[in-house]
């Protein structure tokens, strides 16, 4: 399975302002998707992340509010705008197997205050 | 919409004990189930299914699904306090591997 990493693992941050959470994969990948975990919840996709062409985002999600970028096979970034204390979540990166299992990195904690 | 869900909600048994885990479905275009395991932030893949009626094993754990009666279980033997856990359940489909999970089943295995 690919090795993923996520920077940062953590962060508090102040409604308003903005965070931009990296993903970093350890081979080259067509598709990376981005998922939100709110406190209680389960994993929702927030969009998939496809080189050298726009994200696809899911209902509910906008580009506006989640810009992401692939500017190449191995990396990925999920910026959160404008947050507010509803953006507390964990944010987790993921890659399809070579079976089309998904493999998740180590997830981005964020809280907003 | 796609529809996955999880029962039972939470689960408290003792070490040694065997639970079932279930998982039904309601989803157009189904491609594969699949569960995980969640301690802290990220899921553990654990299995993937795709046929009715063949058990996937590794270890203590096992899973079979039934593409029929749409859903899945995921079977626990001997536990161990480190199966205490969320395991998730969730469904790919289309042609995007777009996964569409459960709320989960918290598992706490105590001594």
Not at chain 2, 71 to 85: E, V, W
């Amino acid at each position: 399975s690919a090795v993923i990493s996520q920077k940062p693992s953590r962060d508090i941050c102040q409604r308003g302002t903005s965070l931009t959470i990296q993903c970093q994969v350890d081979s080259q990948v067509t598709m990376m998707f981005w998922y939100r975990q709110q406190p209680g919840q389960s994993l929702t996709l927030i969009a998939t992340a496809n080189q050298g062409s726009e994200a696809t985002y899911e209902s509910g999600f906008v580009i506006d509010k989640f810009p992401i970028s692939r500017p190449n096979l191995t990396f990925s970034t999920l910026t959160v705008s404008n947050m507010s204390p509803e953006d507390s979540s964990i944010y987790l990166c993921s890659v399809p197997g070579q079976g089309y299992e998904q493999y998740f990195g180590p997830g981005t904690r964020l809280t907003v205050t | 919409e796609d529809k996955v869900v999880q029962s039972p909600l939470s689960l408290v048994v003792h070490e040694g004990d065997t639970v079932t885990l279930n998982c039904s479905y309601e989803v157009t275009n189904f491609r594969s189930l699949l569960w995980y395991k969640q301690e802290k932030k990220a899921p553990t893949f654990l299995f993937m299914l795709t046929s009715s009626g063949i058990e996937k094993k590794s270890g203590r754990l096992s899973s079979i699904l039934d593409k029929k009666e749409l859903f899945s279980i995921l079977n626990i033997t001997a536990t161990q306090t480190g199966d205490s856990a969320v395991y998730l359940c969730a469904v790919e489909t289309g042609t995007a591997s777009k996964l569409t999970f459960g709320t989960g089943t918290r598992l706490q295995v105590t001594l």
